[in-house]
């Protein structure tokens, strides 16, 4: 079977060509979602190579759906390409961990046990005195590497189980004081190491 006759079969219309559609789809819809992160995490050169790769697939992608209208299956694996990439590229995004992030801590308990945890760790906090509906508290700042978060709040939990904390994305910092960095590889796309 050449390439002409296996192009115009009922396999490619209704087998090859919904899997090519989905696999683009998904692809180019998994670099959308990474390039939003790396714009947002201040990562200017990155965003647009990768901004070009993907309108690239995203034209190969829809140019066939254009070609291929009546067919039901194409639209289906557009439609579950699209889904299915969102899910990969936060996915994706969660295990690349870029970036910092700000963590405030509120504590109506003696917070020293919690910032000397944090200091342990290397971490620079900053602590403040504050009034709570129900009294006194202490709010714990921290801005740490993104990749650390989990590790983090792990901590939080197990020295202050009801405290509250509210985690914010950190665009950039002058001065921070953070632990030794553990080698966990894309350091090139880290920004504030």
């Known amino acids: 079977m050449d390439l002409t006759s296996l192009y115009s079969s009922d396999i490619f219309k209704w087998i090859i060509l919904p899997i090519l559609i989905f696999v683009l789809r998904l692809t180019d819809v998994s670099l959308g979602t990474l390039r939003i992160m790396f714009i947002s995490r201040g990562l200017k050169y990155l ?43 936060i ?38 005195d504050a009034e709570g509906l129900n009294g006194k508290v202490k709010i714990i700042f921290a801005v740490i590497r993104r990749k650390d978060l989990s590790e983090t709040l792990n901590r939080v939990e197990k020295v202050h189980p009801h405290a509250f904390y509210t985690v914010e994305d950190v665009r950039s910092v002058g001065e921070a004081i953070f632990p030794v960095a553990k080698n966990r590889g894309f350091g090139f796309l880290r920004k504030g190491k």
């Not at 993907?54 to 299956?73: D, K, R």
């Not at 961990?97 to 760790?121: N, Y």
Request: glycine share 8%.
């Open 47 to 89: 965003a647009p190579i990768i901004a070009f790769v993907e309108i690239n697939i995203w034209l190969l992608a829809i140019g066939q759906i254009i070609m291929n209208l009546g067919n039901i299956v194409c639209s289906i694996a557009y439609a579950a390409g699209f889904a299915l990439g969102n899910l990969l590229g």
């Open 91 to 128: 996915t994706i995004e969660e295990k690349l961990s870029i970036g910092l992030v700000l963590v405030r801590i509120i504590t109506k308990h003696d917070a020293e046990k919690l910032v000397d945890c944090l200091k342990e760790e290397k971490y620079g906090v900053t602590i403040h």
